[in-house]
């Protein structure tokens, strides 16, 4: 790690820690809490800090998951900037409201520590929970560490707050493997955050204390049928603020982040070492870290390999996926979910464009089985192999070996 700006602290600390540092920078008043692991001790942490006066904000502890989320959702049109943590079943117990803060334009910020999907029940981590989710238009981040977690948050109140914008967001990570290990952080001074995000303020239109409630409920006779000559004008504005102001504002933020604190992390996606790659490796989330160690060990043996690092899920990164693939011959994609969406998704991306590389969808370490090195290595290779071939099958696979050392002896 890069030697720390004088204005930053470099603790030991927890991806969900990380997650609870960035809220208390944020200035946080409203924290959602229901417990379900891997995700509640970020509520934890942020209540050890207001009991020991480093945070002013008030918890709102309810029934469950969607009571939470409908009020942290209220809070927010209130112009209070909140926070909440679930996952799983958790988040998919406030399937509604989550829909309704997106077409509602409420800047709501959830942190989700992925836990796979039950039955069986499970407390290890895949990344299908919050897929379930990308057709409902929420941006969604994905975190390799607890520096980009802690990074992540505040790039993401930044964006969602801009009046062009204003929607929903996850900041994702993996649940225990970078939830509950311990990472050293660069945790920046309140003043340089000050600086970076500024207070929330909703616009008058949306802010529930300023708006005139006559005007928004009631300047149709019949609403449900008035609104007919609306909705769809209202639905592409939601999607130009994702697809369009979002995509713009996610980047722009990051390099910001990267002017006020010396790091940034790609806007959208990183591209490592992909100008020249035959192979290039496809990863989200804390995968990323074994693919780009992986592309070093290779490179040092001269074999051409680079990675594409999607950080943003929504927006998808398109452009950056053309940009890191537009040499390569196979790119294979790693998919730690069920419903191969890397694959889904890069094949949308290149559909039409010219020269396109073979593409491989490969499912790997769902439920917390071990991905390693060499596991990262044979994948690699098996890209090598069809391109040397020219044949891609299958398209999509799923790897249920892992592979250790004692396998190469």
Known sequence: ????????????????????????????KIVG??????????????????????????VIDLENERSVVNAQIVATQAGVRSCFSTNSEGLVFAYQP?????????????????????????????????????????IQYFCENPQEVLDTTLQAYRVIEDHEVLLPVFVTYAGW??????????????????????????????????MDFREYYGKRRIASIGWV??????????????????????VE????????????????????????????????????????????????????????????????????????????????????????LLFQEVRAALYGQPNQPLVLGRVVALGGRDLTSLDMRELAEEGFEAARTGKGEPEVSWRFRVAREGDRR
Not at 35 to 57: H, T
Request: charged residues 30%.
């Open 1 to 28: 790690m890069a030697e720390a700006p004088p204005s930053t602290r470099v603790k030991v600390i927890t991806g969900n820690e990380a997650a609870a540092e960035a809220c208390r920078l944020a200035r946080v």
């Open 33 to 58: 809490f229901f417990p379900i692991g891997p995700s509640d001790e970020v509520g934890e942490s942020l209540v050890q800090m207001m009991k020991r006066g480093e945070l002013d904000a008030r």
């Open 98 to 138: 989550l829909f309704w803060a997106a077409y509602a334009r409420v800047p709501i910020l959830v942190h989700v520590a992925h836990r796979a999907m039950e039955p069986p029940t499970m407390i290890v981590t895949d990344d299908h929970d919050t897929i379930i989710f990308r057709d409902a238009h929420w």
């Open 177 to 210: 493997e970078v939830s509950h290990s311990s990472f050293p952080v660069e945790v920046p001074a309140q003043e340089d955050v000050d600086r970076y995000l500024p207070p929330f303020r909703l616009p008058p239109e949306l802010d529930f204390v300023a």
């Open 229 to 250: 000559h609306e909705y769809m004008e209202l639905r592409y504005k939601v999607d130009r603020a994702l697809n369009g102001t979002g995509r713009t504002r996610i």
């Open 253 to 340: 933020a990051d390099e910001e982040f990267r002017r006020v604190f010396g790091r940034g992390w790609g806007g959208l996606g990183e591209l490592y070492r992909t100008d020249d790659a035959e192979v290039v490796l496809v990863t989200m989330g804390n995968v990323a870290a074994l693919a780009r160690h992986t592309v070093d060990d290779l490179r040092a043996e001269g074999k051409p390999v680079g990675m594409l690092k999607v950080r943003t899920l929504r927006p998808f990164p398109t452009e950056e996926v053309r940009s890191a693939l537009r040499r390569a011959r196979v790119a294979v994609l790693l998919d730690r979910n069920p419903v191969s």
